[in-house]
């Protein structure tokens, strides 16, 4: 670590507390309570989809955030890269009410991976019984899916983001981060410092990505509940805000509007 490291105390070198940790967590009991809403209330494709990209955005947030602290910067933008990825992807079935097809494309994937899992004559023996089983009691609905003639492709991240006017998104984030999950030449430099030097004696990674992630988090849950079929209520959105507010500016004002939710919550509903 260095002096001009803020997450120093100059006078003993000793790293002060983590700046992510409670605004994280507190984002994460909000997204549980906004799930809750959605089990209760959601209906349909659309708010089952939603409510699986919500949670799988959370815990990429908190996957982030953990391996940051681990000290894998690289890795840390590969993961904030796939949650960008689901930001687009939910835009696009959004705009274009793709819910169900995207749920008949997830199927006929799934079963095709397993079916040539089965198939492999080096694997295929070791397969669990009850996956075979899986396989054969989805095979009719396999088959009427592809006898239909069904096909749908995944949107590309970068048109999506220029469609929704956040191209910075695509070009500094997914795209940025498209080098650390493609091999470069100069890949394991932090990592050879940081396997080879004591732990006191090294640099913090770069906060960048996990501010990135909560902004991205953020507006990956405003899209979701934007396009839900459920109505919410103001100081959801205003939590969502803050949030974005504190990957900006460190503003601490999300904690005081989740307490307020928490202090009438669940007998005040998020929703309707």
């Not at 002096?3 to 984002?27: C, K, W, Y």
């Not at 095979?139 to 096909?151: A, D, H, I, T």
């Not at 913090?204 to 459920?230: C, F, G, H, I, Y």
Request: glycine content about 6%; proline content about 4%.
């Amino acid at each position: 670590m260095t002096l001009n490291d803020p997450s120093v105390n100059a006078t003993n070198q000793i790293p002060r507390a983590d700046p992510f940790e409670e605004v994280i967590g507190t984002m994460k009991n909000f997204c549980g309570m906004v799930l809750l809403s959605f089990a209760k209330h959601g209906r349909g494709a659309r708010d089952t989809t939603i409510r699986n990209f919500i949670a799988r955005g959370m815990v990429s947030t908190e996957s982030v955030h953990r391996v940051w602290l681990n000290g894998s910067e690289q890795d840390a933008w590969i993961l904030h890269r796939s949650l960008l990825d689901r930001l687009f992807h939910l835009h696009h079935l959004a705009e274009h009410d793709e819910f169900e097809a995207f749920e008949d494309f997830s199927f006929k994937k799934m079963f095709e991976a397993r079916e040539r899992l089965l198939a492999d004559p080096d694997v295929g023996a070791q397969v669990p019984h009850s996956l075979k089983a899986l396989q054969d009691s989805n095979r009719p609905q396999y088959k009427v899916l592809v006898q239909s003639g069904f096909v749908w492709h995944r949107p590309k991240a970068e048109e999506i983001a220029k469609a929704m006017g956040l191209g910075f998104l695509y070009r500094h984030g997914y795209d940025y981060a498209s080098m650390h999950v493609h091999p470069m030449a100069f890949d394991g430099e932090w990592d050879f410092e940081r396997l080879i030097k004591s732990p006191h004696n090294q640099n913090k990674p770069d906060p960048t990505v996990v501010r990135n992630t909560l902004l991205a988090q953020s507006m990956l849950m405003q899209e979701a509940l934007n396009s839900s079929s459920l109505r919410w209520r103001g100081i959801v959105y205003t939590f969502i805000e803050q949030i974005r507010s504190f990957s900006q500016t460190g503003s601490q004002d999300f904690g005081m509007t989740f307490l307020k939710i928490g202090k009438v919550w669940p007998e005040w509903e998020l929703c309707e």
